[in-house]
């Protein structure tokens, strides 16, 4: 469960999240929509822990993800937007999402064969040297094998061809029960299948939160 | 072991990221390429103001090191977690379960490895390089200047750090770092000096001006080393040879910069967690 109270988050005099009330359970798959600057990053850094609230809190599970950040975190699956040029090889990022989360690095070897990334042929390359669907790829099997009961997906398909986003939803299938899923994203046709909750934000409020 | 499972995770990949980058590789073809020609040109067969062999190569080190170490610490190290903010590695590697300290001091023990093996290393070259060659080893010279730099090493690390922890772009935290080098050399001498002669403070002060700054401590212990009167700074002299006496100022030199470096790498700790993280 995720529980966002009155949230409100201000860079400076500039509002970017203002009283935001949300509240997601188990079985909940949730689109958040809105134009380029609604907050939308901003709530999913804020739930994150990486963004200290103005007002208002949140707990994940019960666990308050800027006091008790590694059991909040312990239950989220995080897919970002753009890829980071983390100067790691793909070995090593490997390496730090099992040793920090307990990710099983057999089903991220099984997740990467069946999104088609060959990960022994890349196994050596530096992370940001790989293509942006390559990189992509390798996020959303991180993601996945951490096995949580949250998942947080800022546009996951941004870099993905055709044939790639249609397996990673197919793959997503197995994972939506008794689950959160999080989908920032512009195109409600695209995970229509999978979300049964829509969420509108504009200049940092919830506008529109209707089951769908 | 369990409980610093993840800082040791962090220091192993960030010494890992520093042993691929190119400030690292400069860095070691920098200070093992001074030894290098040090032994090329033939200094340790000179001999100048009395001292010869390995003595005179490190005095040699020590003048070249007061001046780059500084620097080279905080450019290559004040952008560490400047740059991944700004490039969002931060967000991605800190939305998994590791808990702001370990990521904080796994990144700077790292750090401090990757800044201090390069400097050790030049030197051990020097002791292999004048053992081969059958000169004679200050081994009490070479280790306390050991101590001493890394000493000076922690000390600038924790500036680096506490500077990158508080500003949110790498131009900035560059920017301060410059600075502060420029800032701290200039009260080695030509500030104080300047102080003195216009009398605008007591000496007293101006003394202790100069003992709270860890350059200075540092090229005073270096000095001390060869010089234990200190002869060569004057009447200053007189200030710390009465006050600490020789002793305790040899063990100064080296816990000064060190509690200083701590104390700003845990206030920039304290910064890092109080603040948004990207």
Known sequence: MIEVKNLTKKFGEQKSLDNVNLLFKNNESAIIMGQNGAGKTTLIRTILGEYIPTNGSILINTYDPFKQREEALKNIGFVPQLPPPIKLSVKELIHYAVVSSGSNQERIYELCQQLELDLNANLHKLFFKLSGGMKQKLLIAIA????????????????????????????????????????????????????????????????????? | MKKFKNLFLIFSIDIKESLRSKWFLSYSLVFGGIVALFFISGVTESKIQGFSGLSRLLLIFIEICIVILPIFILISTVRTIAAD???????????????????????????????????????ILALIWGVAKGVEVPWGIFF???????????????????????????????????????????????????????????????????????LQVFRLGAISLFDPELAVIGPSAYFILDNFGKAFFSIYAIVYPIVLGLIFAVLGYIAFKKRDLV
């Open chain 1, 144 to 212: 996945l094998a951490k096995n949580p009961n949250i998942f947080i997906f800022d546009e996951p398909t941004a870099n993905l061809d055709p044939k790639g986003r249609e397996i990673f939803y197919s793959i997503l299938d197995e994972f939506t029960h008794n689950r959160i899923m999080i989908f920032i994203s512009h195109r409600l046709e695209e995970v229509h299948h999978i979300v049964n909750r829509k969420i509108e934000m504009d200049l940092g409020k919830v506008v529109f939160d209707e089951k769908i």
């Open chain 2, 85 to 123: 903010r700004d490039s969002n590695v931060l967000e991605y590697l800190l939305s998994f379960p590791v808990a702001l300290k370990d990521y904080f001091f796994g990144r700077f023990l790292g750090r401090l490895v990757s800044v201090t093996l390069p400097i050790f290393g030049a030197l």
């Open chain 2, 144 to 214: 306390y200047y050991i101590g001493l730099i890394f000493a000076l090493n922690v000390n600038f690390l924790g500036f680096s750090f506490f500077i990158s922890s508080l500003v949110k772009t790498q131009e900035v935290a560059l920017g301060v770092a410059f600075f502060l080098w420029l800032a701290l050399l200039a009260f080695i001498d030509i500030l104080l000096i300047g102080f003195l002669t216009q009398k605008f403070a007591n000496a007293e002060l101006i003394f202790s001006i100069a003992l709270s700054n860890p």
